[in-house]
């Protein structure tokens, strides 16, 4: 069955930029494209974006254009999530989800706070 | 965007009631209509997807029914178990959206 093992907790500071990896198991890891959704404490979800893990393309919400990329490794079936010029209010568990048909299997969820 | 509108955000719940959510979208979405649970502390998990169709391993007491832009979710006969926060989220256009959420309590 579908598994995804994410990174660890990162405490990072205001302006700075932190990279969560996801990596896939039980699956054809180029099968399902993988999103990133995020929820802020006490919060509900938000769509990030996702990528084609075949192609590499992606597809990001306007809300972080400009600040967030989404890569993969294949080789490690492993997908990242880099968002950059952090702020506080990115302090949020952020999960990756692959859509097999439309739903989501869920990683674990990585905790990323921001504090100065 | 596709704007998902959840109802109520809260309900306060006597086990073995019946319990329905709503979830409304701007636009058609046809079925493209999925519910999650998620407990503190845990990540979501699919109890409907496509608006009605069952999940394996999910009891028989969660249901979902609609299409186009009214969906319902109802669970019956709510047990202790069941106190979480609902979720619905559509998969037919980009960006993927959920609803607000819908806090269940046990009384």
């Known amino acids: 069955q579908v598994q995804l093992v994410q990174s660890g907790a990162e405490v990072k500071k205001p302006g700075a930029s932190v990279k969560v990896s996801c990596k896939a198991s039980g699956y054809t890891f180029t099968a399902y494209y993988m999103h990133w959704v995020r929820q802020a404490p006490g919060q509900g979800l938000e769509w990030m974006g996702r990528i084609n893990p075949n192609s590499g393309g992606t597809n990001y919400a306007q809300k972080f254009q400009g600040r967030i990329t989404m890569t993969r490794d294949t080789s490690i079936s492993t997908a990242y999530m880099e968002l950059s010029r952090l702020r506080s209010d990115d302090t949020a568990v952020y999960y990756c989800?692959?859509?097999?048909?439309?739903?989501?299997?869920w990683g674990q969820g990585t905790l990323v706070t921001v504090s100065s | 965007e596709i704007v998902l509108t959840q109802s109520p955000d809260f309900q306060s719940v006597t086990p073995k009631e019946k319990v329905t959510i709503t979830c409304r979208a701007s636009?058609?979405?046809?079925?493209?209509l999925h519910w999650y649970q998620q407990k503190p502390d845990q990540s979501p998990k699919l109890l409907i997807k496509y608006a009605s169709q069952s999940i394996s391993g999910v009891p028989s007491r969660f249901s979902g029914s609609g299409s186009g832009t009214d969906f319902t979710l109802t669970i019956n006969s709510l047990e202790a178990e069941d106190a979480a926060a609902y979720y619905c989220h559509q998969s037919s256009s980009l960006p993927g959206t959920f609803g607000q959420g819908t806090k269940v309590e046990i009384k």
């Open positions: 636009q058609s979405i046809g079925s493209s």
């Open positions: 989800a692959a859509a097999n048909s439309g739903t989501y299997e």
